[in-house]
């Protein structure tokens, strides 16, 4: 595709509730990244995936996070039993290979009532 | 752990002045640094980067950055600032060549542009 697109674009759910987050990287890239910017803050790092496996999920803040990307192309954020503190824009980006440059998507912001 | 701090949490100039934003990194091998624009509603667009090579890099929209290994500085500069240029701006340090891991954001800039 032309960029990176993330979908939707808004999400307001409930306290307590599941949610799923989707990224679809730049067609050929194998990097694909997902951060989490608060806001007034930079984006944070959660997750990275180098191909289908999940090469750090060091950012991951605890077990509640989950993501997935089986086909090595779009990747989808999970979230369970959503908090008030999950609220934030959830940004994903995708490099043709682990070193170059990252493009990021607009982000998907995620709000939890 | 590697990490990035940006010491301006916002910033003024007038517009035609010189721009000067600061970033210090910390990191245990040899970095790939960024700098992103991030402008309201918009998503983050890459201005530069250094991998290697000359440490005076040269950006988009008049944007350049040097990398100071003595300093772990990579720190962005513009001679002549647009109202355009008013934005959020980001630091980041990449993975290294021999270490799996990624990008580490700072906590930004803002830049705000008088008339």
């Known amino acids: 595709g032309a960029g990176v697109s993330q979908t939707p674009s808004n999400k307001v759910t409930e306290k307590g509730k599941y949610v799923e987050l989707r990224c679809d990287p730049i067609s050929g890239h194998t990097a694909l990244y997902w951060y989490r910017q608060s806001l007034g803050q930079g984006p944070e790092f959660l997750i990275y995936?180098?191909?289908?496996?999940?090469?750090?999920d060091s950012g991951l803040p605890n077990d509640r996070f989950f993501a997935v990307r089986p086909e090595g192309s779009v990747s989808t954020l999970k979230i369970q039993r959503t908090e008030r503190g999950d609220s934030a824009v959830y940004l994903c980006?995708?490099?043709?290979?682990?070193?170059?440059?990252?493009?990021f998507g607009q982000g998907t912001r995620l709000t939890v009532v | 752990a590697q990490s990035v701090t940006q010491p301006d949490i916002h910033i003024t100039v007038s517009e035609g002045a010189s721009l000067e934003l600061r970033c210090n990194y910390s990191?245990?091998?040899?970095?790939?640094l960024f700098w992103y624009v991030q402008s309201p509603g918009q998503g983050l667009q890459l201005l530069l980067k250094y991998f290697s090579g000359d440490t005076l890099v040269q950006g988009i929209k008049g944007f350049e950055a040097e990398f100071k290994r003595s300093q772990s500085s990579f720190n962005l500069r513009k001679p002549s600032v647009h109202w355009s240029d008013a934005a959020e701006y980001f630091c980041a340090v990449g993975p290294a060549r021999t270490v799996n891991n990624d990008m580490r954001f700072g906590a930004g800039t803002r830049l705000t542009v008088k008339p």
């Open positions: 995936f180098q191909g289908t496996g999940a090469a750090d």
């Open positions: 980006a995708s490099s043709q290979t682990k070193n170059t440059e990252a493009f």
């Open positions: 990191y245990g091998a040899t970095p790939y």
